[in-house]
T-cell receptor
Framework: GQNIDQPTEMTATEGAIVQINCTYQTSGFNGLFWYQQHAGEAPTFLSYNVLDGLEEKGRFSSFLSRSKGYSYLLLKELQMKDSASYLCAAGEISSGSARQLTFGSGTQLTVLP | DSGVTQTPKHLITATGQRVTLRCSPRSGDLSVYWYQQSLDQGLQFLIQYYNGEERAKGNILERFSAQQFPDLHSELNLSSLELGDSALYFC??????????????FGNGTRLTVT
């Protein structure tokens, strides 16, 4: 089984930088994903980490420390459209080689003008 | 557009009824996942199919069942519906059943309202 924790809400100002943290506990860890979800819409894939370190993708970067069970999503040059819920999800290889993806409850980010 | 198609978009039904939600995965994707998202909860994993076979089960109630057909589309059947079953039901697909570099791609969901 898995346990994933992330803050419920965060607020930041347009143009600023925000870091959303996520901690996880899992057996059979198989990668850490970040998704963005606007209200009432489908989650969309942002980033994936399986090795320790930083992955950069434009304004978004994601970091992973497997030994600490910790990840963060860094959003730079915030725009109003970045207001959304950000979901941390941990992949786990379960019995029979099936992979499950377990999501945290999401961090609701509000970007203020 | 993720390439994952879910129908219907909205469904309103009464308690005790049965409904079927349909999902067509992205072209080439063999795995289909079903998730439930209630108003105050995160995405809850229900069940996964890979190439027609059930691969993993999450917190799926006995009143719920699913299957994946030879053409790889999937259906989620919800029966004896209760008010608490009202939620957004998402289908997602990925290329393979495992592998860290295979993110899930989500459909737009079916919003189920049980009255």
């Amino acid at each position: 089984g898995q346990n994933i924790d992330q803050p419920t809400e965060m607020t930041a100002t347009e143009g600023a930088i925000v870091q959303i943290n996520c901690t996880y506990q899992t057996s059979g860890f198989n990668g850490l994903f970040w998704y963005q979800q606007h209200a009432g819409e489908a989650p969309t894939f942002l980033s994936y980490n399986v090795l320790d370190g930083l992955e950069e993708k434009g304004r978004f970067s994601s970091f992973l420390s497997r030994s600490k069970g910790y990840s963060y999503l860094l959003l730079k040059e915030l725009q109003m459209k970045d207001s959304a819920s950000y979901l941390c999800a941990a992949g786990e290889i379960s019995s029979g080689s099936a992979r499950q993806l377990t999501f945290g409850s999401g961090t609701q980010l509000t970007v203020l003008p | 557009d993720s390439g994952v198609t879910q129908t219907p978009k909205h469904l309103i039904t009464a308690t005790g009824q049965r409904v079927t939600l349909r999902c067509s995965p992205r072209s080439g994707d063999l795995s289909v996942y079903w998730y439930q998202q209630s108003l105050d909860q995160g995405l809850q994993f229900l069940i996964q199919y890979y190439n027609g076979e059930e691969r993993a089960k999450g917190n799926i109630l006995e009143r719920f069942s699913a299957q994946q057909f030879p053409d790889l589309h999937s259906e989620l059947n919800l029966s004896s519906l209760e008010l608490g079953d009202s939620a957004l039901y998402f289908c997602a697909s990925s290329v393979n059943r495992m592998g860290p570099d295979s993110p899930l791609h989500f459909g737009n969901g079916t919003r189920l309202t049980v009255t």
